[in-house]
T-cell receptor, first 111, second 117 residues
Framework: DTGVSQNPRHKITKRGQNVTFRCDPISEHNRLYWYRQTLGQGPEFLTYFQNEAQLEKSRLLSDRFSAERPKGSFSTLEIQRTEQGDSAMYLC?????????FGEGSRLTVL | AQKITQTQPGMFVQEKEAVTLDCTYDTSDPSYGLFWYKQPSSGEMIFLIYQGSYDQQNATEGRYSLNFQKARKSANLVISASQLGDSAMYFCAMREREEAAGNKLTFGGGTRVLVKP
């Protein structure tokens, strides 16, 4: 499979715990994006990497959120001290120049 | 102010008929791009069609066409000959500053389409 891969697909955690999601983009894509999608809403931009550099972060990305792309390939999104409001689908996308290709998302449920 | 507005939360369409999904947008950038994505229950966002602000003709991709009315700031998606597999959420999205680095998209709230046999 040469598409965007995300794992885990589902994560249930208790409030206050830390969680980490991983995204493996399409191999030749230099740009990688994280979006968050809450139930019944469209995706909202969180952050964007070009190669290993994080070029833009949304105000939605609070201090509890950190994203990395250490070698310009896969990326991780960590949420510390999770809150119930963090429950959402976290979507990763990659691109070269054209349209974004999305993964199937990682669904987080915070109890 | 909403940058992308999709006023239809849900629609039913009869199989084999056409359906139009509305999208209006708001931007002051002269250069922008408009996208439509399909999201089935599996969660993956599937790219359908793209229209650049300077494109003279409406975009078409198979059964999908985009009715681009620049003066009205609307970019409606038309799906012809609906199929049961078209049942999904549909999102309109915009990329501003077309030539700028990055493809950050702003999405609308989506329209759920249910195709009836």
């Amino acid at each position: 499979d040469t598409g965007v891969s995300q794992n885990p697909r589902h994560k249930i955690t208790k409030r206050g715990q830390n969680v980490t999601f991983r995204c493996d983009p399409i191999s030749e894509h230099n740009r990688l994006y994280w979006y968050r999608q809450t139930l019944g809403q469209g995706p909202e931009f969180l952050t964007y990497f070009q190669n290993e550099a994080q070029l833009e972060k949304s105000r939605l990305l609070s201090d509890r959120f950190s994203a990395e792309r250490p070698k310009g390939s896969f990326s991780t999104l960590e949420i510390q001290r999770t809150e119930q409001g963090d429950s959402a689908m976290y979507l990763c996308a990659s691109s070269w120049r054209g349209e974004l290709f999305f993964g199937e998302g990682s669904r987080l449920t915070v109890l | 102010a909403q940058k992308i507005t999709q006023t239809q939360p849900g629609m039913f369409v009869q199989e084999k008929e056409a359906v139009t999904l509305d999208c209006t947008y708001d931007t002051s950038d002269p250069s922008y791009g408009l996208f439509w994505y399909k999201q089935p229950s599996s969660g993956e966002m599937i790219f359908l069609i793209y229209q650049g602000s300077y494109d003279q003709q409406n975009a078409t991709e198979g059964r999908y066409s985009l009715n681009f009315q620049k003066a009205r700031k609307s970019a409606n998606l038309v799906i012809s000959a609906s199929q049961l597999g078209d049942s999904a959420m549909y999102f309109c999205a915009m990329r501003e500053r077309e030539e700028a680095a990055g493809n950050k998209l702003t999405f609308g709230g989506g329209t759920r389409v249910l195709v009836k046999p």
